[in-house]
C-alpha cells in the first residue's frame, strides 16, 4: 500500500520539521486572532477559535512525523508473535526515515533467518528420515525373519549408518563455522601433501576413478590451515567423484596465482546448467537429486566448503570445462596480511 507523500516529508531532520510545526501554530494562531478582531469577534473566542486551529495544523503536521513510529510499535508486536513478514513506510529523509529503512532491512533479514531455519529443520528432516526408514525397515525384517542377517544385508544397513554419520558430522561442522567456534590454525605447509591425502582418500570411496595431482611449482606452500583445507578439497573431490562416469578421471591441481594458490578439481560430469550457478552453494541444494539421494549425498559440502574459503579471505566458484565438466577453483590469498580477511557469506549447500 502506497502512502501520500507528506508536506514535512522533504525536510533532512526533525529539528526542522519540529521547528516548521512551531512556526505553523504560532503563525495560524496570531493570524486567526488578528482576523477575529478585525471582524468584531470577542478577543476571547478568537483565543479559542485560534487555539483550536493551531492544534489542527500541528495534529495534521505531526501525523507524518510519528506515523512510522507507530508503524514500528505495531510492527515489532507482530515480530514477537512470529510474523516476520511486516514493513513500516519509510518516505522521509530525516533521522525518523532513516530508522524506519533500518527497520525493514533488519526485519527482512529476520524473516529470512526464519524461512532458513524453517527450511533447515524440514531438510535435515527429510535427510534424516530416509535411512532411518530403510534400517527400520530391514531390522523389522531381520526380526521377523523374512530377510536373513546376511553380510550383503549388513553391508546396506553399515552403508546407511555411515550416512547418518556424514551428514551428523557436516551438520556439527556448519554449526560450528556459523557459531565461530571453529577457529582456523593458518600456518605456512606444501600443499602437495594435503591434496595427495585427501586423493588417497577419495580413491578408496571411489576404486574405480582416476583421481591426478598436479602440483606446480614443486615445493608450493600455502598460508591456510592445512586440516580446513583438506576438508574443502575432500569435499570437492566428493562432488566431483558423484558426477563423474565409472572409471572417469578427476582432475586436482594447484598453482601459483597473482593472489596466492589457485586449487582446481575437474571432473568429466555431465556439468552445472547456467541457471542453477547461482544455488550450487545453498544448502542441501542438488543439481541431481535422484543420483545426490542414492549415493547419500545431502547437499551440504559445498556449503561447508565455500564458508571456510571465505573465512581464509579467498573465493570459490565453479567454471564450465570444455568439452563437458565442471571446474571448481578454489583461490587462497598468499598472506594473512596479503588480504583482508572478509565476513563470510551464510553458506548455501550443494
Request: some cysteine.
Amino acid at each position: 500500500m502506497t502512502h501520500p507523500m507528506h508536506p514535512l516529508a522533504p525536510l533532512p531532520s526533525i529539528k526542522l520539521k519540529i521547528g516548521t510545526i512551531i512556526l505553523a501554530a504560532v503563525g495560524i494562531t496570531i493570524v486567526v486572532f488578528w482576523a477575529g478582531t478585525k471582524i468584531g469577534i470577542w478577543p476571547s473566542v478568537s483565543g479559542i477559535v485560534a487555539g483550536i486551529c493551531a492544534l489542527v495544523i500541528t495534529r495534521y503536521l505531526a501525523h507524518g512525523l510519528t506515523s512510522p513510529l507507530r508503524e514500528m510499535s505495531e510492527a515489532t508486536a507482530a515480530m514477537a508473535r512470529g510474523d516476520y513478514g511486516r514493513r513500516v513506510t519509510a518516505t522521509s529523509k530525516d533521522e525518523i526515515g532513516q530508522l524506519a529503512a533500518s527497520f525493514n532491512q533488519m526485519a527482512g533479514e529476520l524473516d529470512a533467518t526464519e524461512r532458513m531455519r524453517r527450511d533447515l529443520i524440514a531438510n535435515v528432516s527429510h535427510e534424516l528420515r530416509t535411512p532411518i526408514t530403510a534400517l527400520q525397515a530391514v531390522l523389522e525384517n531381520m526380526i521377523d525373519g523374512v530377510e536373513p542377517a546376511d553380510p550383503e544385508t549388513m553391508r546396506t544397513m553399515l552403508a546407511q549408518v555411515e550416512r547418518l554419520g556424514r551428514l551428523v558430522a557436516q551438520l556439527l561442522d556448519l554449526s560450528r563455522l556459523e557459531s565461530g567456534s571453529m577457529p582456523l590454525d593458518r600456518q605456512p605447509f606444501e600443499i602437495e601433501a594435503v591434496l595427495e591425502h585427501a586423493a588417497r582418500e577419495a580413491r578408496l570411496h571411489s576404486p574405480d576413478a582416476i583421481v591426478s595431482v598436479n602440483v606446480e611449482p614443486d615445493g608450493l606452500t600455502a598460508d591456510a590451515d592445512p586440516e580446513r583445507l583438506h576438508q574443502v578439497v575432500a569435499n570437492l573431490l566428493e562432488n566431483a567423484l558423484r558426477y563423474t562416469p565409472i572409471a572417469g578421471t578427476v582432475e586436482l591441481r594447484a598453482s601459483r596465482s597473482a593472489d596466492g594458490v589457485t586449487i582446481e578439481v575437474s571432473d568429466e560430469g555431465p556439468g552445472i546448467p547456467d541457471d542453477q550457478v547461482p544455488r550450487i552453494f545453498e544448502r542441501f541444494y542438488r543439481a541431481d537429486a535422484a543420483r545426490s539421494s542414492q549415493d547419500g549425498g545431502a547437499g551440504l559440502g559445498l556449503a561447508i566448503a565455500q564458508w571456510i574459503v571465505d573465512l581464509h579471505g579467498g573465493e570459490i566458484h565453479p567454471e564450465r570445462r570444455e568439452p563437458h565438466g565442471c571446474r571448481m577453483v578454489v583461490t587462497l590469498p598468499g598472506s594473512r596480511t596479503a588480504t583482508a580477511v572478509r565476513e563470510p557469506v551464510h553458506p548455501g549447500g550443494t
